[in-house]
């Protein structure tokens, strides 16, 4: 299974919107302008996540997107089922082996599992632990 820009830009935009949860709408404006993006190609991804009930839009000068709710609630598998379809990693044939078809299964199950235990707020939070600094402990 390949994630096209469409998957990926779309994550961008939902962390983005997840980490600014609750301080009023985020313009793509500004998503774009920090993640160095196409904005024009933003505002084709947002619309099927507004039509997906995943962010609402609000006019106006201060206007922009917010998710429509709490980050913990929408799953990446959420975003990447709107943006990618479904999730297929590879094609089960009927008439093909009972071995290979259930291992097809496997792993379709196993990509499945891990979007959908994977939750926007745990990607909105996430920190490297190897990229923090080192304590420093004088003696």
Known sequence: MKIS???RYGLTIMIALAK???EGPIS???????HNLSEH?????VGPLRNAGLVKSIRG???????????????AGDIIRVLEGPITPVEILDDEE???RDLWIKIRDAVKEVLDSTTLDE?????NDD?????????
Not at 41 to 45: C, F, G, I, P, T
Not at 123 to 127: N, V
């Open 28 to 34: 793509l404006k500004s998503i774009a302008k920090e």
């Open 131 to 139: 990229d923090q600094e080192a304590y420093m402990f004088y003696i």
């Open 61 to 75: 000068a201060y206007g922009g997107y917010t998710l429509t709710r709490d980050a913990e609630k929408i799953t």
């Open 5 to 7: 820009t469409k998957g």
């Open 41 to 45: 190609y933003l505002e084709q991804l």
């Open 20 to 22: 600014k949860y609750g």
């Open 98 to 100: 009972p071995a290979k």
């Open 123 to 127: 990607l909105a939070s996430y920190s």
